[in-house]
């Protein structure tokens, strides 16, 4: 047996350290002294071992649990929040150590449209009718897109990196899908009792049913691209029904429809069709809509399908508006978040105070069954309108060039890089962000960790495959 290095005997010494401190707080009845040996060991961990961290950030996301602390007010997801935080202020001691990061990454414009997106929501939140709510919640956007966009794009810089994280999060995943399916049975599947069996791993069934579209369109892309030995693939195969079932159990609409429209993306880019084509498409469909608005409207008016067990009604109610209420509480919430942006117009009531402000700007006409003026349920269920009533117009343009950006780079990726594992990995980052950011439009889960880390991630996984297309170019040229 060699000597030990001096690396080692640092570890050795920490450990005997980390346990005898345990003991003695044990010892001496101090419980929340506790604390401080397992917040040493993870300064420790950060330091050493950073993309360990990561990975196991990715692994435990699916799996972390929240716990309220009743007596500071506040909430924390456990086990990854402590270090997605710890990571945060180590990139920063090193930003200001070293003074840049990843130069090429940090000028693409996928990164420069979330730099102005943080900095347009730090000025709003100062301007904040409730600062110290603002602020908290700028602070989490800041840790998600630092650790989850940032940090994230130096472990996918190596592509066979990029297969392995899709796994990272798709198992531990499958495994809360599995509970909550198992979960589910014992409520004979009922749509009342799907809204809440994936607790404690999701709060409710409208942000676990778009997690699940997003790795739905990730697993089976895995199967349908990847070239894999038979035992492999059929893992494949495994994780990939294991989701479409959550996703069928969910009982989300949107989330639904968000993998029907990803489908048709997908047939797009089979035919070699690109981003042009794809505006011409929007636009053509805008025309269609404006010269067809009426009968539309009149059609909606008469639909009365209603959310029920019956999954083909159940989808059918998407287009009730107006006795289902599920969707008669989204016009409500966003009629009540275009009166608030007539009201402050250029920088909105504040990030994240939008369910503690919207209720006097509800009309009494509007207001459903399900309603509420306590500030207890939920936003302004769309990344697109929420923003206007939270940090003004310039908040929501910048949510929709983010979108127009991913799908000009998403299209572009996919058509024209020409190394297999590099387009394959583009095109399932590119088709997991469309469910989405299509899903966005009628719900907002960035402030959900378990929807961020696969949204910053994909985007990060776009941003390094397309500074890699252009260093392929240059080294051509």
């Known amino acids: 047996m060699g000597k030990l290095s001096p690396y080692h005997w640092m570890i050795v010494g920490g450990g005997m350290s980390f346990v005898a401190l345990i003991a003695a707080f044990v010892a001496t009845e101090w419980y929340w002294g506790l604390l401080i040996p397992f917040a040493l060991a993870l300064v420790a961990s950060v330091l ?38 710890a990571l945060t202020g180590l990139f920063f001691i090193r930003l200001v150590y070293y003074g840049n990061f990843y130069p090429k990454f940090v000028k693409h414009p996928l990164s420069i449209i979330l730099i102005a997106h943080l900095t347009w929501m730090l000025f709003t939140a100062i301007l904040s009718e409730l600062p110290m709510v603002s602020i908290k919640y700028f602070a989490s956007r800041l840790w998600t897109i630092v650790v989850f966009f940032y940090l994230m794009s130096k472990l996918l810089s190596e592509n066979k990196n990029i297969k392995a994280y899709y796994l990272a999060y798709l198992i531990p995943l499958s495994i809360a899908v599995i509970y909550t399916i198992i979960h589910h049975g014992q409520y004979n599947f009922t749509k009342k009792s799907g809204t809440w069996v994936m607790q404690p791993f999701f709060k409710e069934h409208t942000s676990y049913g778009a997690v699940l579209a997003m790795y739905v369109t990730i697993a089976w892309g895995m199967v349908l691209l990847y070239k894999e030995r038979v035992l492999r693939k059929l893992s494949y195969v495994g994780l990939a029904v294991v989701v479409t079932l959550g996703l069928y159990f969910s009982y989300t609409r949107a989330a639904w429809l968000s993998v029907f429209l990803m489908m048709g993306i997908a047939g797009m880019l089979y035919i070699g069709w690109g ?11 805008l025309v269609v809509l404006a010269l067809s608005w009426s009968s539309i409207t009149e ?55 939008y369910m503690f402000l919207y209720a006097p700007y509800q009309n009494p006409n509007e207001k459903t069954i399900i309603s509420t003026n306590r500030g207890d349920v939920g936003n302004a269920h769309s990344e697109y309108i929420g923003p206007l009533a939270e940090m003004g117009w310039p908040g ?39 469910t989405y950011f299509s899903h966005g439009l009628v719900n907002n889960f960035l402030d ?28 051509v040229e």
């Open 48 to 85: 050493l071992a950073k993309d360990y961290v990561l990975w196991f950030i990715i692994v435990s996301t699916p799996l972390s649990i929240n716990v309220e602390f009743e007596d500071l007010g506040s909430t924390m997801n456990f086990p990854n929040e402590p270090f997605i935080v």
């Open 275 to 285: 981003f042009r084509r794809f505006l011409q498409l929007i636009g053509f469909g």
């Open 396 to 434: 929501s343009l910048i949510m929709i060039i983010w979108v127009i950006l991913i799908f000009y780079y998403g299209f572009k990726l996919s058509l024209t890089l020409t190394g297999e594992v590099q387009r394959n990995a583009a095109i399932i980052a590119f088709l997991a962000l469309i």
């Open 299 to 353: 059609r909606l008016e008469k639909t009365r399908a209603v959310s029920s067990d019956d999954r083909k009604e159940h989808l059918s109610s998407v287009t009730n508006v107006t006795t289902d209420a599920s969707n008669t509480e989204r016009l409500n919430r966003w009629k009540s978040a275009l009166r608030m942006w007539q009201e402050k117009p250029h920088t909105g009531f504040g990030p994240g105070t």
């Open 448 to 475: 959900i960790d378990k929807a961020a880390l696969p949204v910053f991630g994909c985007m990060a996984i776009l941003t390094v495959l397309d500074i890699q297309r252009k260093s392929d170019q240059l080294e």
